[in-house]
Structures are given as C-alpha cells and as structure tokens.
C-alpha cells in the first residue's frame, strides 16, 4: 500500500505520465476513429472524358454515377483530365473514345480506356474494379438486347451473357468496412507505445530518487511488482475502454466475448513490460531507453500483417515481427473478433508468448547486477 | 562572439549529445532499412485457399487447377463440406474457400447457367482482394470459354466469335506505379514522415537539454540562435534527405519523376519550416525524453491524415484544419504529386507556398518563444 501511493505521488508530479495514463489514450482513439469514421470509401472522384457523346456513353456514365464509390467528373479535354490525375484531384481517369458507339454496332470493338491511380493504392484498387464491375454490367444490359433481338428466349439470355455466374462473399467483415479492419490494430499499436512509454516514466523516476527512497531500499521485486499490477491495471481499463467503444457502442460485430481479448491484451502488456524491463537495467537512461524502445515499437502497425499479409514478409521481417508482442496480439484478437474461438484455441494461441519469458533472465541478472554496484 | 562561432558551437553540442546521434543518424539509418522490410516482396501472392468441390467433373477439376495456376492462389487442400473449410479458415490455416455446386457441369450443358462461390477472409484486405481477384478471373475465364464453345459449335467462325465475346474491350492500367507494388506506394510518404518526426525530436531534445543550464545559447541574441540552429540542423538534414530522397528512392524503385532542382526547391521550405517548428516545440519541454515521447505518439495520426492511404474527402474536414499546421502534410502531397506523378511545378504551387507560409510562422514562434527561455534564465541568474 506504501509502494502504491508512492507510485501516484510520482504520477501526480508529472503532468506528462498522467497525461499518458489518463486523456491521451482516450483523445488518440477519438482521432483515429474520427479520421476513419466514414468507414466506407464514397463518391471518390473520377474524371470521365467522353469524345463519343452518344445516347450510350450517356448511359454508361449515368450507370457509373449510380455508384456509391464512384462521383463522376466531368472533362472536356484529355490534357485537363490527365493534369487532374497528376494533381491527385481525381483517382482514375475513363476516356469513351470518338465513335464508341458506331464502331460497337459495326463490330470493330472499341476500347474504353481506365487509367487508375496506384500510387493511391488502397483507393486506385477499389476505384479500378469498381468502373470495371459497373461498365461490365451495362454493357451487359446492351448485349441482352441484341440476344433478344436475336430471337432467344427472355429467360435465356442472361445465360447464355455469363454462364458462370459469381458470387463473392468477404467472410467476417462483409462490407469491407475500413473502421472494422483497421482502426482496431491501430489503436492496439497506439496502446502498445503509450504502455511502452508509461512503462519507461514510471521506472525512470526510480532514477531521480535519493538514496534512502532507492527501490534497494523497497526491496526491488515489490517496487517492480507493484509497477506491474497498478500500471498494467490502468492500460487494461484504456483497452477496455476502446473495446467498449468499437464493439459496445459502434456495434462493430465480434463473434467472441470482450473477456477474451483482455485476457490477450494483459499477455501483451506483460510482455512490453519485460522488454522494457530489460532495456531500461541494459541501458540505464531515461532518454535513450525512450528512443530505443521507440524505435523497436513504433513500426509495430507495418509488422501486424494486417494491411501487407504476414505470409508474404520476408524471414527478417518475420523474425522482426515476432518480437513484437502487439503482433501475437492482433492474431488473437482476429481469431477472437472474427472467428468466435473458444477459450482452448485461445490458450493454445496464448503459448507464443512464452518466448519473452527468456527475457526474465538478463532482467534479473541485471538486476542484480544493479545492486551490487 | 561571431556567428561562426555559434554555429560551431551548435555542432558541438549536436555531436555530443548520444541522444539526439540515435535519433539522427542510427533512427535514420534504422528506419529506411526497417519499415520498408515488410512489404519487400511487393504484392500479396499465393495466398492460401481450400476447394469444396461437389461436383467432381472434368470442368471442375479444370478450374480447380486454373485457380491454382493463378499467382494470386495456392489451393492448400480439398474438402468435402463448407463447415469443414470454415474450420481451416477459422484455424487460420487458410485464408478462402472456393465452392463448386453439384451438378456444376451438368447444369452447364443443359444450358441453365451454375454459380461458382468464392469466399476470402476480409479481415485482411490485400488478401481479400488478391483471393477474390484471383478466383473471379478464373470463373470469368470459364464463362468465356464456355461461351466460345458454344458459338463455335453453332457454326460461327473464329474471329466472328472472338468479336462477339470482346464486342469491347476494357483496358485497365494502373498508373503512377504501374507494378501495384506495396513499397512505391508507403515509402515517398513514410520517408518524408520519419525525416519530419526525427528532425522534430532532435531539435527537441537538444533544446530541452539545454533550458534549465547555463551555456552558449544565453549569450547570443534568440534570432541568432535561432538562425545559427536552423543552419546546423538545416546541413545534416540536407545529408540524411538526399540519403533518403535520392539514393532510397532508386533503392526501392519509387518513381522519380520530377527533375532535382524541383524536388530540392520542394525539400527547402519543408526542412525550413520543420526545424522552425521543432525549435519551437522544444520551448515546451524541459525533460531531454520527452520529445520522443510526445512525437512518438504523433507519428500515425500524422501518416493517415496526409491523404495517401485514406481519401482526404473522407475525413472530417477539423481534422483536416488541424493537420494543415503540420509541414510534413503540404510537403508529403507536394512530393508525391510533383515526383512520384510528375505534375508540373505549377501544381504544387500552393503546397509550396503553404510550406513558406508555416516557416515564417514557426520562425517568429521560436524566435519569440527562445527569447521568452533566455528572459527566464536570466531573471533566475539575477535572483
């Protein structure tokens, strides 16, 4: 109880840790929500130049406009149209060449040009097979046409169009909703860094005491242990927090109960704690224990495998990837959100952790070391 | 004391300072090597998928065996039921399952059309699209070849059924990165980022250092250091950003579209303008770990606010006020259109102007605000 309220004595000198255990984590969450609150990507801007200005690529930009992704733009002059794409005004440019519509009916097959900005990828990529999808299907709707005119049966002819017909489902997050995919592993990453950093404040004020206020004096393994419980304690409630917030308030679905993700989240912050541990005794300062944990945590959202998959990374990236515990962590929470595992899958999941559990010995050996000069 | 002096004197205490070396040179070093590393092998390809083929025909085989040629797919294992695929899903042993109905060949020659069913895991997006990329070209390829079969069994010739098939012909190109890689896309913004965030830290933690002790920085006019710290970091800087602009770039095969004086006139007013705003955000802190902290902290809010990864038009437009008074947001959408899309000079006029707009500002920010540090000092060397 005495080490506890030692503990928020300390906190309460420093504006800046409590900033860290208290606003901070709340105010990063309602930032990163707010940046992906739209959740969808809508009416993204696309220039169409139409140099055939007929009744069917009338029909065709009208059946693009119809798309919720898609806000048609319209340009007179390629050289307009092609400064726009350059300028990021627009993410994908459509010309209807000159006589679409007369080289269509004579058979000439005319082509549609799509160019589709990749530097922009996530955008130029949904953008790309968007105007794909809607044009495929209008000018189905022409085909059908001259089927029936044909002669062929009404019931036929959407056969005869696409025999094969496709039906794609994105499993667990149907609507491809960016706030569902990506600002959970984001907030978890900003979780990791503020714990990282909490961590790092609370031991380096241990620097800063005098002699007879000295954690020796304490008695190291219940100053430490009582570091451990309160301030994992508080990072706890800010995971709890979010998860409230993304799964309870925004009723994001989730297949499993909340319970289990902060069982993963406490395995996570333990393991940032032995690694901070053991920088912090190898290192010995505040600053440069900062810059290094800093520079070890601050990828972490790039080595998750959310956005690039983990089975594509190379086997140095793997390694890297493997001694960042938010990186277990984000396949437990998937696995618990997602698929709705029950608790054995998570045990058995929870034993990747136990390889930061060798960092126990260069942390006591430091210790030790620590007390003997 | 002459400015020359001063400026040496800047150096000195740059290259002792062990703290702000890790972040300079060792964070820069580090990080052009470190967060490219996970995107080196570009696309996501050969992503795992399991088969519940019901039909077991000739044509479903073939399909199985075109999914599995496609780049895109691996076929890891066939299974006898949807349940069981939902269980390799779930056990993340694989990643989507593609359904072959029953009597998928038979209902094709009785000309009653059959549905494929693909399914990818959306918890992961790249490999959402590259599973359903992959499987809907392989069901499209079918229906084509399908289609031709039966035109050319009703007696059509060769080419009739060609232009037939392909009345018109979609033709959809990427541009601006035209390999889809995963690296020229993250890596012209992330390196803007790190330069912006470690030259922040830097200029941070070197002036948090110094406020609370007496030393040179007292004995010179604050305009003057200023200027004399915008001229050190401004040197090493200008090193660590043709490390990064230009050899990192070729490296990692970015397009390099704008010709160099462009891009240099570009890096002028951003480095300019960050050193200012990194004095001035050292004027806050008192404690040498806390800018890391701070800067740490803002590093991802940063990166998804400069309109590369997330559409500007989607974010909430105080957000979008709230960036503009950050130098890396108008230099990073400067640098991606002028070298990465190779627009004209003429369109990043406004960015430009905008990155000189926040130098000044920062400039007479820190200028004041180090004039308020050295009244402050020397009130307390009175007292």
């Known amino acids: 109880m005495k080490l506890l309220k030692r503990e928020i004595v300390a906190i309460l000198d420093s504006p800046w840790q409590l900033a860290l255990l208290t606003y901070i984590p709340i105010m990063g969450l309602l930032l990163l929500w707010g940046l992906f609150s739209a959740g969808l990507p809508r009416a993204l801007p696309v220039a169409v130049v139409d140099f055939d200005q007929s009744t069917m690529t009338r029909l065709l930009t009208r059946h693009l406009q119809a798309n919720p992704s898609v806000k048609v733009i319209h340009y007179t002059h390629l050289q307009d149209a092609k400064k726009a794409m350059q300028q990021a005004d627009v993410y994908a440019l459509l010309v209807f060449p000159y006589q679409l519509k007369k080289k269509l009916f004579t058979a000439q097959q005319p082509v549609i040009d799509i160019r589709y900005n990749s530097q922009f990828l996530l955008v130029g990529k949904l953008l790309s097979s968007q105007l794909q999808l809607t044009l495929a299907n209008s000018l189905k709707s022409l085909a059908s046409i001259k089927e029936l005119a044909q002669g062929t049966p009404k019931q036929q002819v959407a056969i005869n169009l696409s025999p094969v017909s496709n039906q794609t489902t994105a499993l667990f997050n149907q609507n491809n909703n960016y706030v569902a995919f990506l600002v959970p592993p984001i907030l978890i990453a900003l979780l990791q860094i503020i714990a990282m950093l909490v961590f790092v404040n609370s031991l380096s004020f241990e620097l800063q005491r005098t002699k007879e206020d000295n954690w020796y004096h304490h008695g190291i393994r219940a100053v430490l242990l009582t570091k451990l419980f309160f301030y994992s304690a508080c990072m706890l409630l800010h995971g709890t927090l979010i998860y409230t917030f993304l799964y309870l308030h925004l009723n994001l679905p989730i297949a499993g109960p909340i319970w289990m993700l902060i069982l993963s989240l406490l395995l996570m912050i333990i393991a940032v704690w032995l690694i901070v541990l053991t920088l912090f005794f190898f290192l010995k300062d505040s600053t440069r224990t900062v810059s290094v944990c800093g520079a070890i945590f601050a990828p972490a959202f790039s080595f998750m495998g959310i956005t690039f998959p983990s089975n594509n990374m190379p086997d140095l990236a793997q390694i890297w990837r493997a001694l960042m515990p938010s990186s277990h962590y984000i396949e437990q929470h998937i696995a618990t959100v997602n698929y709705g595992q029950n608790i054995t899958q998570l045990l058995s999941q929870m034993t990747s952790y136990s390889g930061f559990l060798l960092l126990l010995l260069p942390i006591i050996y430091l210790i030790k070391k620590g007390r003997n000069a | ?359 000044v500002l920062f400039f007479t920010l820190a200028v004041f605000a180090v004039h308020q540090r050295q009244k402050k000092m020397r009130g307390a060397n009175v007292d």
């Not at chain 2, 696309?43 to 999914?67: C, F, G, K, W, Y």
Request: hydrophobic share 50%; glycine share 6%.
């Open chain 2, 1 to 359: 004391m002459n400015f020359w002096q001063l400026l040496k004197l800047e150096f000195t205490a740059i290259f002792a300072d062990k703290a702000i070396l890790l972040t300079v040179l060792g964070g820069g070093l580090l990080y052009s090597f470190l967060y490219p590393l996970p995107y080196a092998h570009q696309v996501p390809t050969e992503q795992l998928i399991v088969v519940v083929d019901h039909d077991n025909s000739s044509l479903s085989r073939a399909i199985i065996r075109h999914a599995d040629a496609s780049a895109k797919i691996k076929i890891i294992a066939k299974v006898n039921s949807i349940k069981q695929a939902k269980e390799w899903i779930t056990d993340a042993k694989a990643y989507g399952l593609l359904v072959i109905p029953q009597n998928f060949r038979r209902n094709l020659i009785l000309g009653k059309g059959a549905t494929l069913s693909y399914g990818g895991d959306a918890s992961y997006f790249l490999i959402y699209s590259a599973i359903a990329q992959g499987l809907i070209e392989v069901g499209l390829d079918t229906s084509k070849s399908l289609q031709r079969f039966a035109l050319l069994s009703k007696g059509n010739g060769s080419k009739k059924t060609d232009k037939a098939l392909n009345s018109i012909q979609l033709n959809s190109i990427p541009v601006f990165n035209s390999t889809l890689g995963y690296t020229p896309y993250i890596v012209p913004g992330l390196f803007l980022l790190i330069l912006h965030q470690t030259l922040l830290i830097a200029t941070g933690i070197l002036g948090a250092g110094q406020w609370h002790q007496k030393s040179y920085w007292l004995q010179h006019s604050s305009i003057s250091l200023v200027c004399a710290r915008i001229c050190a970091f401004f040197s090493i800087y200008s090193l660590l950003s043709s490390f990064y602009i230009g050899y990192c770039f070729y490296f990692y095969q970015v397009n390099t579209l704008a010709n160099m004086s462009e891009v240099l006139l570009l890096m002028l007013p951003f480095l300019l303008a960050t050193v200012c705003a990194g004095i001035s955000l050292s004027t806050l802190f008192l404690h040498r770990d806390l800018p890391t902290q701070a800067l740490l902290l803002s590093s991802m809010p940063i990166l998804f606010v400069c309109g590369f990864v997330w559409p500007l038009a989607l974010i909430p437009d105080p957000i979008i006020w709230l960036s503009q008074i950050v130098p890396a947001v108008p230099a990073i959408k400067a640098m991606l259109i002028l070298n990465q899309m190779g627009a004209p000079w003429e369109s990043i006029i406004n960015n430009w102007l905008h990155l000189w707009v926040l130098f």
